[in-house]
């Protein structure tokens, strides 16, 4: 819905290994995007915003955002099997304040 | 952050019939939303709760088939309309804080099942 991609996955790596995600989006007046991290049979919660280019860091996760390119991601360093999970990126619209969802990325972070 | 509270929790429909799920905030917020999500599918953003006017619909959803009600700023209704097999479905709220940051925090999500 409105164009936010991302790769469906699923994408395992080792415990400890850095897990990577992408998404891309194609309004280019998006200025505000979340990664999102999404238990089965949970609820949606909010890991990270960013809103300017470059990298922003939490703890393990780093948000990365490229408006030129159009480009959205999030690393997680030193992956736990507790952050196996789908991981949603999302968009926040320009006018509306609506916020649009990618397909989302499975994680399986392997013991 | 708010807190909010979905009701039903899950139910099972029989087709044809309507069911109203409700959304209570512990806070007043500006925003609210109602997404659905398929299964095994993202999120989908239904439509825009306003207070006190008509609900701003995506493309793809009709206020026939969902209407909505916002009769305050920590309240809002989602009914599906003369369900089917396919509106089987998790249908979440969402609210909009504006704490520095906007954030968009979801409620538990209302599992509906249609027969």
């Known amino acids: 819905q409105k164009e936010v991609e991302q790769n469906s996955g699923p994408l395992s790596v080792p415990e400890g290994a850095i897990a990577s995600l992408n998404c891309t989006y194609s309004?280019?007046?998006?200025?505000?995007f979340f990664w999102y991290r999404q238990y089965s049979g949970k609820s949606p919660e909010l890991i990270m915003s960013?809103?300017?280019?470059g990298d922003k860091e939490d703890g393990r996760f780093t948000a990365q955002l490229n408006k030129a390119s159009q480009y959205v991601s999030l690393l997680i360093r030193d992956s736990q099997p507790s952050d196996s999970a789908t991981y949603l990126c999302?968009?926040?619209?320009?006018?509306?304040?609506?916020?649009?969802f990618g397909t989302g990325t499975s994680l399986t972070v392997i013991p | 952050s708010a807190v909010i509270s979905q009701k039903p929790s899950r139910d099972i429909c029989q087709r044809g019939t309507s069911l109203t799920i409700q959304c209570q905030v512990d806070?007043?917020?500006?925003?609210m939303f109602w997404y659905r999500q398929q299964p095994g599918q993202s999120l989908t953003l239904i439509a825009t709760?306003?207070?006190?006017?008509?609900?701003?619909?995506e493309s793809g959803f009709v206020i026939d088939k969902f209407p909505i009600s916002r009769p305050n700023l920590t309240f809002s209704t989602l009914t599906v309309s003369n369900m089917s097999p396919e509106d089987s479905s998790i249908y979440l709220c969402?609210?909009?804080?504006?704490?520095?940051?906007?954030?968009?925090?979801f409620g538990a999500g209302s599992r509906l099942t249609v027969l």
């Open positions: 969402s609210v909009e804080e504006r704490s520095g940051a906007n954030v968009l925090t």
């Open positions: 309004d280019r007046g998006s200025q505000s």
């Open positions: 960013i809103y300017s280019n």
């Open positions: 999302a968009r926040e619209a320009n006018t509306g304040n609506q916020f649009y």
């Open positions: 806070s007043q917020v500006t925003m």
């Open positions: 709760a306003n207070q006190g006017s008509e609900a701003t619909y």
